[in-house]
């Protein structure tokens, strides 16, 4: 059974960067074309899609972020990691990876970690 | 502002009917499959309906979904107190080149 763990700094200062890593197990990540992606949800907010990458490194990124996000994958450790630069209050989130139901699908998604709340504050 | 519009919250009765609807335009709706998630507070979202009306292995049918247009609905039959959750409504858009929600409706099962 695929799962999915986010893991990485619950807090972060503004202006620095933001870095999680999702950790796949019960499958591989280069085994299919599938993409993984990042959601994140502020707290009382709804869903936000923040990229997805392609086991290959295909990458497609939210535009309202794309100029602070970086999205990559490392296939021989199984997880695919999110950086987002100059954080700011606005960027505290739940933090979720997740990858879609079908293959070369981009959305929906039908496998999430639990999610990790990430915190913007000095 | 979400790119997709859904009511903040609707509200019906245990055992009634109950209709979510999420409005889009025709780059997003109007071209492309739509999914609805269900969400308890503190846990990840569920996928409920994909490609517009079909549902994942376990959902039971209480749950449909539907497309006219640039606009789809989620209706959930025979409400139960255990649906009170919020609902997303999710797409790609295709000028965007975007996954894109929207803005959640809170449902209470009165």
């Known amino acids: 059974q695929l799962q999915l763990q986010e893991s990485g700094p619950g807090l972060v200062k503004p202006s620095e960067t933001l870095s999680l890593t999702c950790t796949v197990s019960?499958?591989?990540?280069?085994?299919?074309?599938?993409?993984w992606g990042w959601i994140r949800q502020p707290p009382g907010k709804g869903l936000e899609w923040i990229g997805s990458i392609s086991y290959s490194g295909s990458t497609y990124y939210n535009p309202s972020l794309k100029s602070r996000v970086t999205i990559s994958v490392d296939t021989s450790k199984n997880q695919f990691s999110l950086k987002l630069s100059s954080v700011t209050a606005a960027d505290t989130a739940v933090y979720y990876c997740a990858r879609p139901a079908a293959v070369n699908q981009v959305n929906y998604f039908d496998c999430w970690g639990q999610g990790i709340l990430v915190t913007v504050s000095s | 502002q979400s790119v997709l519009t859904q009511p903040p919250s609707v509200s019906a009765a245990p055992g009634q009917k109950v209709t979510i609807s999420c409005s889009g335009s025709?780059?997003?709706?109007?071209?492309?499959?739509v999914s609805w998630y269900q969400q308890f507070p503190g846990t990840a979202p569920k996928l409920l309906i994909y490609d517009n009306n079909k549902r994942p292995s376990g959902i039971p049918d209480r749950f449909s979904g539907s497309k006219s247009g640039t606009s789809a609905t989620l209706g959930i039959t025979g409400l139960q107190t255990g649906d009170e959750a919020d609902y997303y409504c999710?797409?790609?858009?295709?000028?965007?080149?975007?996954?894109?929600f929207g803005g959640g409706t809170k449902l209470t099962v009165l």
């Open positions: 999710e797409t790609w858009d295709s000028s965007l080149s975007a996954v894109v």
């Open positions: 019960g499958g591989s990540i280069s085994s299919s074309s599938y993409y």
């Open positions: 025709s780059s997003n709706i109007g071209k492309n499959y």
